[in-house]
């Protein structure tokens, strides 16, 4: 049976139909969404780091702080001068592997959850999740109280056309129920807030 066929009966048997209900929701809201923010990264798992505008020209220096022992830095964000491997630069995505540190940037934090938006701005968006650690600059005006506000804020790069949510370190207990972390993706997650 196809789907339109699935659907002809479906139609078929519908005795009555109703209208939409309203899905007007208000979200909930907080004080201060970046308290929030930091509290729910923390609470997942993720570190945030502030980090003033005009300390905000040497990230390399505050990310190389947090990340004593990486020895390869991933990004293609202008800024960060670090980077031995670029994402848009790679040949394929596999080129990606053995990055300690990948390093992008987050446009909306949901202080609802400690997520945050990334839209794909980069050729292999594979750093987003192979890289053992994973750093987010974010401006911290671009936090929002939850996600309904979130999605109205979400745009997609033209050329892509790809984003994920990203809420601290990559974790499963689906194992014998003990707690692995960076199984899926990284192991750790700094979120640079630039205040």
Known sequence: MNKE???KKLRA????????????IDGIQYPDTFKQFVKMTEKVGGNVVEVKREEADDLDAVIKKQYPEAKTFASNLPYIHIAQKNPDTV??????DGTDVGIVEGKIGVAENGCVWIPQTMK???????SEYLVIVLDKNNIVNNMHEAYKRIEFDPEYQFGTFISGPSKTADIEQALVMG???ARGVTVIIVE
């Open 13 to 24: 048997n519908t005795r009555e139909q109703y209208d939409m209900p309203d899905m007007h």
């Open 5 to 7: 066929d699935l659907f």
């Open 91 to 96: 040949a394929e995505a596999k080129e990606l």
């Open 124 to 130: 292999e968006k594979a750093v987003c999740f192979i």
């Open 183 to 185: 199984a899926q993706a």
